[in-house]
């Protein structure tokens, strides 16, 4: 493991799940998925809205780590969404993207704002295996993909913040989950109550379906060790051409 992967390490054992009681937190988060609701419904139509914002909450945590790691704060962490929002405007979003996009927008955000450490693509590479000609590709598409267009002030914020619709999020996803419960009773209208142990394996394997594993000190960081199917949010799957 490098010195990178051990100090970032560090940073994300003390950072996960400490953000999830945020308001902007959250709002975030449902523009994150509204993302996925939108460009990749067949994704999200199958999942629950918490079990989505569990995964998406675990990127953040990522992020969060990332920004403290680079003695960058966390209320950074609005601008990373709000250019990968004008990215995603652009040229769409699959849920297999989304993590190398907030990566990617995060590499960004910290190369134009932060005062602190200047960012290295190198060390991104190597914290996360990625090639590192692989970080550079994907900036030069994001940055690309939003027109170069890193200016950004509090009321543009404001605006995007407020523009994010959290009743129709919930909506969506209380409709999704009607279907859901709709499918699942006509499987199992004529099978005996699932017993308590049975019923949550199901509820761990639909989270594992879904979200980002925590980082086992036994293992070495890579782009899959934030998801368990698929690299359902991770490397190999690149941001879209702009």
């Not at 394997?205 to 293992?219: F, G, L, T, W």
Request: aromatic share 10%; with cysteine.
């Amino acid at each position: 493991m490098s010195i990178y992967q051990q100090i970032f390490r560090k940073f994300y054992s003390e950072k996960s799940g400490k953000h999830k009681d945020s308001w902007e937190y959250f709002v975030l988060g449902l523009r994150v998925y509204q993302w996925l609701s939108d460009n990749d419904p067949a994704y999200t139509n199958n999942l629950s809205l918490d079990e989505i914002l569990e995964a998406i909450d675990e990127i953040f945590d990522i992020i969060l780590s990332i920004l403290e790691m680079m003695k960058s704060p966390g209320d950074l962490l609005t601008p990373i969404v709000y250019y990968a929002n004008a990215f995603v405007n652009r040229a769409g979003i699959k849920h297999n993207q989304l993590f190398n996009l907030l990566l990617t927008s995060t590499i960004v955000t910290l190369k134009f704002w932060s005062e602190s450490a200047p960012t290295n693509n190198k060390m991104m590479a190597d914290i996360f295996e990625f090639p590192v000609n692989d970080i550079n590709l994907m900036e030069r598409r994001f940055l690309c993909g939003i027109d170069y267009n890193l200016q950004l002030n509090q009321t543009q914020i404001d605006n995007f913040l407020s523009k994010i619709n959290i009743t129709s999020a919930l909506k969506d996803s209380c409709k999704q989950f009607s279907r859901s419960k709709m499918s699942s009773s006509n499987v199992n209208i004529v099978s005996s109550s699932p017993s308590s142990s049975s019923s949550s394996s199901s509820r761990s394997n639909s989270i594992q379906k879904i979200s980002s594993s925590s980082v086992n000190s036994n293992s070495p960081i890579n782009a899959n060790s934030f998801s368990t199917t698929a690299a359902a949010y991770t490397h190999p799957t690149p941001i879209a051409n702009c």
